[in-house]
């Protein structure tokens, strides 16, 4: 039984995956991305598990792999965008170094493009953004202990903020 040196939320977008790999290099842990953990479970994109077997099912193989990487790994944990919808996953959080990486619409919309990869935005990214940015900052902010602001920031600035704080 080991506890993440940290684990990062936010929205799609909001730089998980870029930022934990850089904080991860620079404190020599691994990094570790529940979306990556769902992927190698099911042997196929997550795009894919969406059309083969429904969100409904993702979700529940995502709460699987959030419990058992908060189990199991002691580096940097990302957790997909929608992890926290889950009063199961923001339950599982308690007790957990938990970093929401907020962004608001403007970045996110130019950093995930058209979606690509990322099921929940094929159809109209920017209009589904602003819903999910909206629904789920509350519960981003239930779950975390600290928030840094990423818009209009390089990924280093980021990392450099994120390291300051888990010096605490
Ligand atoms: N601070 C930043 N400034 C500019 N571009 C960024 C920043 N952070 C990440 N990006 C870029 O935005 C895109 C999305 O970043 P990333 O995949 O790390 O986000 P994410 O939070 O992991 O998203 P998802 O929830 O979809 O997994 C990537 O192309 C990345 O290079
Ligand atoms: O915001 C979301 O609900 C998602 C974000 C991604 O990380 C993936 O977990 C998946 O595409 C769903
Ligand atoms: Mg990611």
Redesign the pocket.
């Known amino acids: 039984m080991s506890k993440p040196l940290c684990v ?1 939320v ?12 850089l904080l991860a290099q620079a404190y020599g842990v691994s990094f570790r ?1 529940t ?1 990556a953990d769902v992927e190698a479970t099911a042997g196929k994109p997550i795009s894919e598990i969406f059309i083969d077997e429904g969100e409904e099912r993702f979700r529940a193989m995502e709460t699987a792999a959030v419990a058992a990487a908060l189990a199991e790994h002691s580096g940097v944990l ?1 957790l ?3 992890a926290v919808l889950a009063e199961a996953n923001r339950a599982l959080l308690a007790g957990h170094t938990v970093v929401y ?1 907020s ?1 608001e619409l403007s ?1 996110a919309a ?4 058209l979606g690509q ?2 099921p929940l ?1 094929n159809f109209n990214p920017r209009a589904t953004l602003r819903f999910l940015l909206d629904q789920r900052r509350p519960l981003y902010q239930e779950v975390a202990v600290h928030t840094v602001v ?6 280093e ?2 990392t450099a903020e994120l390291a300051e704080l888990l010096k605490d």
């Open positions: 990062l936010g929205a799609p977008g909001a730089g998980k995956s870029t930022v934990g790999r991305d979306d990302a997909g965008g929608g990486l962004v970045d130019s950093r995930v493009g990869g990322r935005l990423t818009d209009g920031r390089t990924p600035e980021i």
